[in-house]
């Protein structure tokens, strides 16, 4: 079984930065894409980033030229390098890893609460 635990949350202030990390403590099946996801209290999960294992990334309109996602493989791991973060940035963070192809897929983690203060 596949287990994500993400860490790196905390608060910050507008304009700072934080880095997120996500380490897969199982195996991850072939071609697994690997991201991370949002969540504001009383809205919709919603995607931030993505990367598959071949390094194409994909990223929300709200934060291209900010955020940075990044996989080592080797490593089962995934990170988030956010710059210039905004008070809408502030969210639970969730780590991703899926299959979109059959056998399909899906894992979480738990989620790291992200602050911005104004």
């Known amino acids: 079984q596949v287990q994500l635990v993400e860490s790196g949350g905390g608060l910050v202030q507008a304009g700072g930065s934080l880095k997120l990390s996500c380490a897969a403590s199982?195996?991850?099946?072939?071609?697994?894409?690997m991201g991370w996801y949002r969540q504001i209290p009383g809205k919709e999960r919603e995607l931030v980033a993505t990367?598959?294992?071949?390094?194409?990334?994909n990223y929300a309109d709200s934060v291209k030229g900010r955020f940075t996602v990044s996989r080592h493989n080797a490593k089962n791991t995934v990170d988030l390098q956010m710059n210039n973060l905004k008070p809408e940035d502030t969210a639970v963070y969730y780590c991703?890893?899926?299959?979109?192809?059959?056998?399909?897929?899906?894992?979480w983690g738990q989620g790291t609460q992200v602050t911005v203060s104004s």
């Open positions: 991703n890893a899926r299959r979109i192809v059959t056998p399909r897929s899906n894992f």
């Open positions: 199982g195996r991850l099946p072939g071609a697994a894409i």
């Open positions: 990367v598959t294992s071949g390094g194409n990334t």
